[in-house]
């Protein structure tokens, strides 16, 4: 059996996602993918500089919400939490990796955060961060250092730490 037998190689007719090439973006690192309720997704993408043909850190994340099984989708939201990273003294961007949803319905969203001081590329990795949605993806807490303790405790008490 040969790939394109089984598979569609070519995207159907559709609307575009995110069409970073008309404004000279990049949409290459983080992405997000979140069912927060039945049928409503968001969905996180970067907005980042060309640098490095597109292999930058150089960025925001932004995402887009759909209450229809992903059907439709809204205009861009900017993530703030990692647009005001960027816009901080410190020189490091946050890039969204994973998004859940825990038993209360609060949005977690798991960020890689990366020095962009001497490099555009999104190495090296500082500690990965998290920020919470606790009304269905509108606002979003600060950034949040993840630690992980080896010597306290199972790791089922650290994850729980961290959805409460």
Known sequence: MNFEDEFDVVPPEGNVFVNHEINGRSGHLGHALVEYEEGK????????SLDEKGHSAVGWMEY???????????Q???????????????????????AIVNEKGD???????????NDPQWQ?????????????GSTWSNLRQ???FC?????????????T
């Open 76 to 98: 861009p939201y900017i993530f703030q939490p990692s647009l005001k990273l960027l816009h901080s003294e410190m020189k490091y961007s946050a890039m969204c990796e994973k």
């Open 107 to 117: 949005i977690i969203v798991y960020q890689l955060i990366c020095d962009i001081s």
């Open 146 to 148: 993840m630690f992980l």
């Open 41 to 48: 997704i968001l969905a996180f993408y970067p907005n980042c």
């Open 124 to 136: 090296p990795y500082m500690v990965p961060s998290y920020s919470i949605s606790r009304d269905k």
């Open 151 to 163: 010597m306290t405790g199972a790791a089922a008490d650290l994850v729980q730490r961290f959805h």
């Open 64 to 74: 887009k919400r759909s209450e229809d099984y992903g059907e439709t989708w809204s």
